[in-house]
């Protein structure tokens, strides 16, 4: 793998400022270096190994950087610790070599950071502005070595609301010019209480559930730039349902809240419910090559991991539908034997029969079973056989639809995703894209471990006491062991108490769970809650759009919360000019001016978004991949390949847009600011700024130039 180099600022002539993922180098001063600054250090590899037992987390930091040039480097190692946590135990090893630290309490590492500012002249370092930090003097770097750090120390996990919330420093953000090379973190959770609930909102986490006391969270990039620290948050309860609720609100404004439900791991001696389901494959011409083989090798591990006691058929399709069996089957060992072959001599070729094979689908599923009844259709095309009017196929599954849910996955550009959406949509069930080249097999056995084992079957979710509106999703999903469901929505001010109500069905029994929470009056914690339910609120607004049609106030609405809350859409273009068309959205238009008094980047012209009506192809194919993510996403930051070339920041509960390359707080009005208060960039007024109102660091980090609106006085940080 090439070696990502990350780029760094000139300290004084000559220095080098050199950065680590979670924390910074500051290298001496080099007295006449033969090469000109700034410099470069080559970062190698970042890695983390986290053993969280209950509440104590053991952390151990592993990274190799490299010195390319002639001459040695000598400095200080700093590393921020996390808000609100104990920590003890540091150590740092250098090439084998123990070197001693020290912790700084939050005064004295202002200075430090202070320091640190005047000389650099990044506000990026007022991040951690506000935090204790570990400091510690390294040992040369000579020329063109590698050296290999690792950082341990012991972390006392804090409980945040309903939840543990373990945070690992690790935004650098605008401290790089470029991208780090290889990052990879690796959480074992351990609990005494079976382990329930457990997501990241800031990064896109892998979750293996081990047990129902353990798991394992990874994450893992290349050529990354790290824009948030990682957060995770866990709970563990003997329960058999966990319900824990977090909110945001903040005065006199309605509230947000984040509603989670975890049945857990699936505990030992507890049989699962028995479910009915009918796998409906497309092996048209077109799934010929590896697409049909990958599908097969899916479908495959599947029938290996039936229950004995769920019912199971086949269903294949191109030009005409073939059944495995006219009828649903135990998945008996025989019954699966005899599948496999089926599946293993199927061939692709001919047209696409799709209301022929979903007819059959929902024929075969009895229509007063008590157990959960799915249909996972998979397919890469569109209707070209028998019926092939989109609205006509809608509408004759809508009528035979009973209470089947489909999981629907659409491979390649081909497919018809207005039909799929649609399908999704009407039997309350999801649809999930597959780029071309994808490893269908992946895709397959990755969703059906999620839904092997269900537990609670057309669940209801109600909240009394206080009124809620904009909930998604707007139909809770069925619950399956080893999963979670997570609900964000909007609450009425000034909240209160309120008790939550999840009903559902087992077998043959009704079930009931409750909890009593407060909707607080004001709550300046969890801001990501509020960007969660953006996000899920666009993708309901762009769904709409694309099945019922394009109306003003909907893209208005989208306008107005992809502004506020810096979320990319086909109608609001927050991107570097120049790196507009690297983008997933084909066709998003430059940017446009004129908003909020200042001039910005507005939006687009209708005509060069995506054209929502379109069904078929790379850009309607894209299009409904976003929304389908956005629907499922429980993390707050954009994507990635989005967040580097964004020209909006969201820093805790506020929205910064560069305006003439001024970041201007969203909340700012000019004839509306009580007090205005002008201060130069790294002044004395700035630094005196600062030590007056350390809260303010992290609004100010992120940029030079800043407006920002602080408890009704506007700050206005210029050249």
Known sequence: MKLAKLKVLTLLMFLT??????????????????????????????????????????????????NPYSFRIEGTYIFPLPEDATISSFSLVMDGKEIKGEVLERDKARQIYQELLRKSMDPALLEYYDKNMFRARIFPLNPHKTSEVKLSYEHIVPLSGDFYKFVYPLKIDAL??????????????????????????????????????????????????????????????????????????????????????????????????????????DVS????????????????????????????????????????????????????QTAKKFVEDLEANGGTNIIDALDEAIEQ??????????????????????????????????????????????VGYDVNTYLLDKLAEISLGTVDY??????????????????????????????????????????????????QVVIVGRYKHPGGEATIVVRGKRN??????????????????????????????????????????????????????????????PYTSFLVTEQVEEL?????????????????????????????????????????????????QVTAMEEPQYEVAMKVKVVGDKTFELRDSIWVDLDYDSTACKKTVEIKFGSTKYFKLLNEKPKLAKYLSVGKYVIVVYKGVCYKITE
Not at 30 to 51: A, E, Q, S, T
């Open 176 to 281: 790089t010019l470029e991208p780090m090379g290889e990052i990879e973190i690796e959480v074992h959770v351990k609990t005494q209480n079976p382990l329930k609930t457990i997501f990241s909102p800031t990064h896109e986490v892998e979750v293996e559930r081990i047990d129902e006391y353990n798991a394992v969270v990874k994450f893992k990039a290349d050529a990354y730039r790290p824009t948030a620290d990682f957060e995770l948050f866990y709970s563990a309860s003997p329960k058999e349902f966990d319900i824990r609720l977090l909110s945001h609100k903040l005065p006199n404004k309605d509230g947000f809240f984040m509603l989670t439900v975890s049945p857990g791991y699936l505990p030992k001696g507890l049989k699962p419910i028995s479910k009915d389901i009918v796998f409906v494959l």
């Open 17 to 66: 400022f050199g950065l680590y993922a979670d924390g910074i180098i500051i290298p001496d001063p080099v007295p006449h270096p033969p090469i000109p600054g700034p410099h470069y250090l080559n970062i190698n590899y970042h890695k983390v190994r986290i053993d969280i037992e209950d509440n104590v987390a053991q952390v151990v930091v592993d990274q190799e950087f490299e």
């Open 584 to 632: 997933a959205y084909e066709g998003m238009s430059r940017p446009q001016g004129g908003k909020f008094g200042l001039p910005t980047l507005g939006v687009p012209p209708p005509a060069a978004a995506p054209a929502p009506t379109q069904k078929v192809g790379r850009q309607a194919f894209a299009y409904s991949q976003r929304v389908s993510k956005l629907k499922q």
């Open 508 to 569: 043959d029994s009704s079930l009931v769970f409750t909890k009593s929470v407060e909707l607080p009056r004001i709550q300046r914690g969890y801001d990501f809650i509020p960007r969660i339910w953006a996000r899920r609120r666009v993708a309901e607004l762009l769904a709409e759009i694309k099945l019922h049609g394009e109306r003003k106030e909907l893209v208005d609405e989208i306008v107005d919360l992809g502004t506020t809350y810096g979320i990319v859409t």
């Open 434 to 483: 597959v780029q071309p080249g994808a490893d269908l097999e992946v895709v397959l056995s990755g969703f059906y471990n999620k839904i092997a084992y269900p537990a609670l079957v057309e669940p209801q979710l109600r909240i009394k006491g206080v009124r809620v509106y904009a909930v998604y999703p707007e139909h809770m999903p069925d619950l399956f062991y080893g999963s």
């Open 365 to 410: 599923l009895p229509m007063r079973s008590s157990r959960p009844k799915y249909i996972v259709f998979l397919t890469d095309g569109q209707p070209t056989i028998k019926e092939t009017n989109d609205e006509r196929i809608i509408e004759h599954i809508q009528r035979k639809l009973g209470d089947e849910r489909m999981f629907i996955f659409g």
């Open 285 to 336: 011409g077109s799934m010929s090559g590896d697409k049909i083989e990958q599908a097969k090798e899916g479908l495959l591990y599947i029938l290996n991991h039936l229950d004995s006691k769920d019912n199971f058929n086949i269903i294949a399709f191109s030009n005409d539908v073939e059944l495995l069996f006219e009828h649903l089957v135990p998945a008996s060992k025989l019954n699966i």
